[in-house]
């Protein structure tokens, strides 16, 4: 299994903890996301990474490359991070995990490292994650039907209506793989939509018979840092060491 890891983007909205550090470096508790993420991941089993990276791309290389000699990574550079979204990072990653088995993670994320191996324990071949809260307009939300099943995954839905937020950890079989990068292909290649949210090549791929089984993490901690308040909220917050 080979972990994508999306680390483009500038984190606007977090500065001036960002102006000379990527968000993935930021330090909570003594370890930066990027490090608490790889040692769960590494701690799960995984040994191949691929990291696409942008902003301030050489400080991530230099700090994995420092702290993570004995593990295979692969540094892809988005170097039009400025002007694109997560899609196109993802887009990126073709050359490495197109049609095999992957698990895919925003690099922003602060999680309890039984997530992950949650994740690669489940049966099932293509797994997304779910927390359920009180949903607004910012949240990636995902609602399912009866059964359970994902029919829409956007930030534009119905609070009301989604059973909860994606959490941004999937895992991606090697069937799915193959039509996402064929789905992504015509979107960047043909569409030209390379300032959107990867989910909405999920969305598309719903269509096809393409989808995901849900794994609720709700009992879990974790926590994305969009913002300043978020940041510090996490150093209260998290129960990790």
């Not at 500038?10 to 993420?37: F, H, M, Y």
């Not at 295979?72 to 990126?92: K, P, R």
């Not at 015509?186 to 719903?206: C, G, S």
């Amino acid at each position: 299994m080979i972990a994508v890891i999306l680390a483009a983007g500038i984190a606007s909205r977090l500065r001036p903890l960002t102006n000379d550090t990527p968000k993935c470096l930021l330090d909570v508790k003594g370890k930066s996301l990027l490090e608490r993420s790889m040692n769960a991941l590494i701690d799960a089993g995984i040994s191949e990474f691929v990291i696409v990276t942008g902003y301030l791309n050489q400080k991530i290389e230099n700090f994995v490359n420092a702290n993570y000699k004995q593990i295979n990574v692969t540094f892809i550079h988005n170097d039009v991070y400025e002007l694109t979204n997560n899609i196109y990072s993802l887009w990126l990653s073709r050359k490495v995990v197109d049609a095999k088995d992957f698990l895919l993670l925003d690099s922003d994320l602060l999680y309890d490292p039984q997530i992950v191996k949650n994740v690669l324990a489940d049966k099932n071949e293509n797994v997304l994650t779910l927390i359920r809260h009180e949903l607004g307009e910012e949240e990636m939300k995902v609602v399912t039907d009866e059964k359970g099943a994902i029919v829409e995954i956007s930030k534009t839905c119905d609070p009301k209506m989604a059973a909860g937020e994606s959490l941004g950890i999937e895992k991606i079989g090697k069937n799915y793989s193959k039509a996402l990068f064929i789905e992504l292909d015509k979107m960047m290649n043909q569409e030209h939509l390379e300032n959107k949210f990867y989910e909405l090549a999920f969305e598309r791929l719903i269509q096809q018979g393409h989808t995901y089984s849900v794994l609720d993490a709700s009992n879990y901690f974790s926590c994305e840092l969009d913002t300043v308040e978020d940041f510090e909220n996490a150093k209260v917050k998290i129960p990790l060491p």
